[in-house]
């Protein structure tokens, strides 16, 4: 049986944008002879949908588009993800489901079972898991069809006590497809295939799996759909990071040789995160960028990255120097400006500065300079980017690093402010790998903004250094407490000293209300600040 | 049977503090002869402790906490929730659980087996549902010992496909225990009281319900624990909104007659907000709050509160009159905070303010006043605020209402910032309703501030009414919206014209990105902006 694949970019709640690419999919299917089409989970209304789900007017809408999609099925059966109604009266109102819609019928409907709940997961928030297995029939052949998650339970220590694929086997399917919306983080990928492929030598019959593509938000889906024949081997793998559109015939499943997704990190997160902003930027319907170019790396590698997925015209950089910038900062910043050809302009901030401390003195006196001081600066360059975004209709990306932002390193209100952070889930570390990956075939961020010590030069003399571990140290303790989970005793068993991990990790826990108010944060990680990772703020736990 | 009910406030994370709690508990419980003293809910570490269960090394101290508590158990039966590590290869890692304690050893562990994934609540993202259910026998009373969400599924559309209590009936309880952490909404008390008789009528035994008193972050919880006979009648009904402690006489349930909790909506959201206040300072260690005093009724209300929970002395007002402030406000806030006789400070934001324009004028040219300078003034207020904050240990209050943070009527790192929101669940007439009723036996809040219209003063003449629908038409909507979770039609069949309800949820749905980063607010409704409401940041969902 000839079998599409159409990895897709979904929008959210754009009913509208979705159905008509469902539909074009569908027609190229139709074209190339296909009898069957695969969408990914939940494609009618995009993934991850929230708490629209629990709006019926919202599911109203996902079955009037079952209804358009579905008068388009005279000549091919088309699998889409849609939410379902739950008919009986007891569990929640919804299943996350598998339509298989042929010749303007609803042929099947199939219940996902294995609802992930952690991290950037809520699905049993909305959906009843499915407590009936049965394969579907089409054209001859027995589908085992279930939907992302439903196939990640074959570890030694199963997060669920059951798979519906165990209860799927028994009815002797010929093939295996899942519709998925797995998204990319750079220790993941590889894990897919691995997972993809430990169900085909489990249950010894081919798969097609197909994968959303696009970023929502913070998390990016990267595609990379996957054929395996039923010995395991990679049959289709389908681009990463862009839609794609691909045909198998499981009458004659040959093998392509070697994955399209190269081993490269840095390649990926690079992608990630290009995606991330230019989707998040035609999702909300904005095309323009504003930033603070301060000189330094962080800025610098948000900088490139804005001007490759919005093109440089549509990036404006903003040099706000004050009385503790470092000469070099305005030149390499505008030297950064120069090679990337994005416009900018420089804004002093001494004077509004000056302006704060003097409606402050009479309630400052004669108090020593403090972080008061330095969040004044930093907060006058938000009010400034922001005055120019409200103005113009930007939006202003954020430069925080995920170092800085664990540690609480940084000024709510002004650097800290923004739409969208592109460098949140990026240690300080990997910011510098990034640099050199946007540097490796020719100069764009100058290597003076590599070289010199990192400082947020909001008094004299100021480094990173003077608040914080080295940045070796401190990511290293970071990605074994957040990534890791890891507590005090392990991390001082990785040879780290007491007294520093104490103070890290209190850093973290008692920043949870800064990076509260923080912008969505494009997520690269298996544990990104953000909608992934829900921590008490009023807790008091290792601080 | 003599059994003890300690209704405490805990603080998450914090193993101390929690731990001499319940100590004091127990020994208070001992001292007045119970054989048996009940706690709340996950205790022992506090609810809810959200990712920290995520950390080994944090169940770990859970572990050492419930080894400290049994040593004290020599004389008494000792209930305390607490998670329990899932000593099985399948499933998450975790049960919430109620330890039976009793001579220095743990006689039972049950497993909570309904687990609220909804609105505010996240448990099925760290634990694993019960199922094997027993009930307890303690001192030759057999005890059908439940938790929390347990008990709550007797409706017509029940949320689980099971309850507990039909297995547990049927072993022959004599008595049931419930050990919750159920929060405060106005909608809600009521609720739980019919929930817990509606139990007592099915089940036909009497029942101890212990929950948790104080507030977490943005939850409140508000106390209330309840003993009823087998009839349904209410033995014991304990304080709302402070701790307690009781002890009831299973063999003799006498009928206490009328409830502590009067029915009055605004004295319980008074209580509220004043609750969270308190808890969410005293839990971050601060004493002292600052915020802007504009004059307006939503900062009145706001300092009032404050002033209230933290007393008059620790709230400092700050007065940042504009050109565009009229006379009065300025009349109206300093006569507020004579009433009220807490600090107050005045700077004007003029020089600031003008500041700002002239270092903006190369790149505003000479485009007309817009959003954007109105923005910079409230962003000037904000910058102020912070810096006074930042320099002297004060949290600032926010003072935004719901009806302004619905529909993005307001400014991100302006009037938007701030540590704590105290109004941002209270729709701007329920604020009005609020001011009277702080007023009730004399003039707090200048009637002035009571009877002007109003306005955010960032422009010439300006009213909220030149952006927004009339607060009564606007609050009705939202409460369908939001509370209700009704579409379009639905609101419109209610009376509302079609465009207005078309703006109105637009409004709502544009400003995710707004509400995003915005501080967390004390939840009293049924759906609070923040945690216990997810929406999709770039979702295109009727707007």
């Known amino acids: 049986m000839k079998i599409a694949l159409a990895q897709q970019n979904y929008h959210i709640g754009n009913f509208e944008h979705n159905i008509q690419k469902i539909l074009a999919g569908i027609e190229e299917a139709v074209g190339q002879g296909a009898e069957l089409v695969v969408f990914s989970e939940l494609c009618v209304c995009g993934y991850p949908p929230r708490d629209f789900l629990e709006f019926n007017d919202f599911i109203n809408k996902c079955y009037q588009a079952i209804d358009v999609i579905?008068?388009?099925?005279?000549?091919?059966?088309?699998?889409?993800?849609?939410?379902?109604?739950?008919?009986?009266?007891?569990?929640?109102?919804?299943?996350?489901?598998a339509w298989v819609l042929h010749k303007r019928e609803v042929k099947a409907i199939v219940h996902k079972t294995l609802l992930p709940t952690y991290d950037v997961f809520d699905e049993y928030r909305y959906f009843e898991p499915s407590f009936e297995w049965n394969v579907v029939e089409f054209n001859n052949i027995r589908i085992a069809l279930t939907i992302c998650e439903d196939l990640w339970n074959l570890s030694d220590k199963p997060l669920y006590r059951s798979a519906p694929m165990d209860k799927l086997i028994k009815q002797n399917p010929d093939i295996m497809i899942n519709?998925?919306?797995?998204p990319f983080d750079y220790d993941h990928d590889d894990d897919r295939r691995e997972v993809?492929?430990?169900?085909?030598?489990?249950?010894?019959?081919?798969i097609?799996?197909?994968n959303t593509v696009g970023s929502q938000t913070e998390i990016v889906f990267d595609g990379g759909s996957l054929v395996l024949d039923k010995k395991g081997s990679i049959v289709k793998e389908m681009k990463y990071f862009e839609e794609d559109f691909a045909i198998v015939d499981t009458d004659n499943l040959k093998s392509s040789g070697a994955p399209v997704q190269p081993d490269?990190?840095?390649g990926q997160i690079y992608s990630a995160l290009k995606l991330g902003i230019k989707d998040y930027f035609r999702k909300m319907g904005f095309t323009k960028a504003i930033l603070g170019s301060s000189g330094g790396i962080d800025s610098a590698v948000t900088m490139a990255i804005a001007c490759d997925a919005l093109g440089a015209e549509n990036v404006r950089a903003i040099?706000?120097?004050?009385?503790?910038?470092?000469?070099h900062s305005v030149e390499d910043a505008?030297?950064?400006?120069?090679?990337?050809?994005?416009?900018?302009?420089?804004i002093p901030i001494k004077n509004v500065y000056d302006a704060f401390l003097k409606e402050l003195k009479p309630v400052f006196n004669d108090l020593p300079f403090s972080i008061a001081e330095e969040n004044i600066q930093s907060r006058t360059r938000g009010n400034l980017l922001m005055a120019i975004a409200n103005k113009f209709g930007y939006i202003l990306l954020n430069t925080s690093n995920k170092s800085e932002l664990a540690t609480g390193y940084g000024t709510l209100y002004g650097d800290m402010a923004g739409g969208l952070s592109v460098l949140g889930d990026v240690y300080k570390t990997q910011v510098f790998a990034l640099a050199k990956y946007i540097n490796r075939t020719k100069e764009i961020i100058p290597v003076n903004i590599i070289a010199k010590p990192p400082s947020a030069e909001l008094r004299p003399g100021q480094k990173d250094s003077d608040s914080l571990p080295e940045y070796d140290v401190l990511d290293k303790v970071l990605y074994q407490y957040i990534e890791n989970r890891k507590g005090p005793s392990e991390?001082?068993?990785t040879g780290v000293d007491q007294a520093l991990v104490a103070r890290i990790l209190k850093m973290v826990n008692t920043n949870e209300y800064k990076r509260n108010q923080f912008c969505p944060i494009i997520r690269i990680s298996r544990k990104a600040f953000g909608v992934g990772r829900r921590m008490p703020i009023v807790g008091k736990y290792l601080s």
């Open 179 to 182: 519709i998925s919306a797995s």
């Open 70 to 97: 579905k008068d388009k099925t005279e000549n091919i059966g088309v699998i889409v993800g849609c939410p379902v109604r739950n008919s009986s009266s007891e569990g929640k109102n919804l299943f996350n489901a």
């Open 491 to 493: 991390i001082i068993a």
């Open 319 to 327: 040099l706000m120097p004050s009385q503790y910038s470092s000469d």
């Open 264 to 266: 490269d990190n840095l």
């Open 334 to 346: 505008v030297q950064l400006s120069n090679t990337l050809q994005n416009p900018y302009d420089i």
């Open 196 to 206: 993809i492929r430990a169900n085909v030598l489990k249950y010894e019959i081919p």
């Open 208 to 210: 097609v799996y197909c």
